[in-house]
């Protein structure tokens, strides 16, 4: 697990932004797209540098981390809205090419095997961005979820229901249900770039990097990915020990393993 310390959310984005570009400029390239306000600022610099024509996603594929059920797909807080209006437009990426799960489907299930199959049809995920919650859940694995789970449907804990209404009218409004990847399907992915900013994410990024790996803190199984790298502000880094052997670590990486900055 690498982690990287940077001075602020602005610095996370660009860093992030640059790992996710380069990855997503391989041909075939296929991207594991979360939504949440974490990655906001990734998608914001991935779109300036489209616009810029430093960068070309019209060929990238993209499944999304999740999805509620319950809501249409026309509700602007269903995920598949989410990913069309902050990622599929602004970073130009063919509709056609990015898929999120169907939470309307009748057969829930079968929705379920099938995303699983497109994933696997298309190669596997290159790169997984990922947000964290503060109870430590990625997707919509929450506490408790398998670590060998696959996309699948989900009851939303209490938490994220109260985390979540802020995009909502009222907490009662936000679905009890959703579909996730599941855990197993994250750990297949070839990287996975979490990213999270402020200090109402400090003790799950604590717990994510440095507690024991369980499945009460789903992100943790991150600690076995075979290349996960953790992307945070000084603020979500305020609760982990070994801080300032990450920051040495970044700032003496050698040149060569660097991504280099999006321009
Ligand atoms: C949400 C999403 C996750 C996200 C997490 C954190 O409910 N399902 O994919 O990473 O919770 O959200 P945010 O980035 O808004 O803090």
Same mark, same amino acid.
């Given at each position: 697990m690498e982690v990287i310390i940077l001075s602020d959310a602005a610095q996370v984005a660009r860093v992030a932004a640059a790992v996710v570009a380069e990855v997503a400029a391989r041909p075939n390239a296929v991207l594991g797209l979360a939504t949440g306000s974490s990655p906001l600022g990734i998608y914001r610099e991935l779109a300036a540098a489209v616009e810029r024509g430093a960068?070309?996603?019209?060929?990238t594929r993209g499944f999304a981390l999740d999805e509620y059920v319950?809501?249409? *797909? *026309?509700? !602007?807080?269903?995920y598949a809205s989410v990913i069309r209006g902050e990622v599929i437009e602004p970073l130009g990426m063919d509709p056609a090419l990015v898929r999120v799960p169907?939470? $309307? &489907? $009748?057969d829930i299930e079968a929705a379920c095997d099938e995303y699983e199959a497109a994933i696997r049809a298309a190669g596997g995920i290159d790169l997984q961005i990922l947000g964290v919650g &503060? %109870?430590?859940?990625?997707?919509? %694995? *929450?506490?408790?979820?398998?670590?060998?789970? $696959?996309t699948r449907i989900k009851t939303l804990a209490p938490r994220t229901r109260e985390d979540n209404a802020?995009?909502?009218?009222? #907490?009662?409004? #936000?679905?009890?249900h959703c579909l996730t990847q599941g855990l197993g399907t994250i750990m297949e992915s070839r990287c996975a770039l979490l990213v999270a900013q402020g200090e109402a994410k400090a003790d799950a990024v604590a717990a994510v990097v440095?507690? !024991? #790996?369980t499945s009460v803190v !789903?992100?943790?199984?991150?600690?076995?990915?075979r290349r996960a790298t953790i992307v945070v502000d000084e603020a979500a880094a305020?609760?982990? $020990?070994l801080a300032d052997y990450y920051r040495w670590t970044y700032a003496h990486k050698p040149e060569w393993q660097r991504v280099p900055p999006l321009v």
């Open positions: 960068l070309d996603l019209s060929t319950g809501i249409p *797909e *026309e509700h !602007p807080q269903s169907d939470g $309307r &489907a $009748r &503060a %109870n430590g859940h990625i997707g919509f %694995n *929450e506490p408790t979820s398998s670590f060998a789970s $696959r802020r995009f909502f009218d009222s #907490v009662e409004e #936000v679905p009890t440095e507690g !024991p #790996v !789903p992100g943790s199984i991150l600690q076995h990915h305020s609760g982990l $020990r």
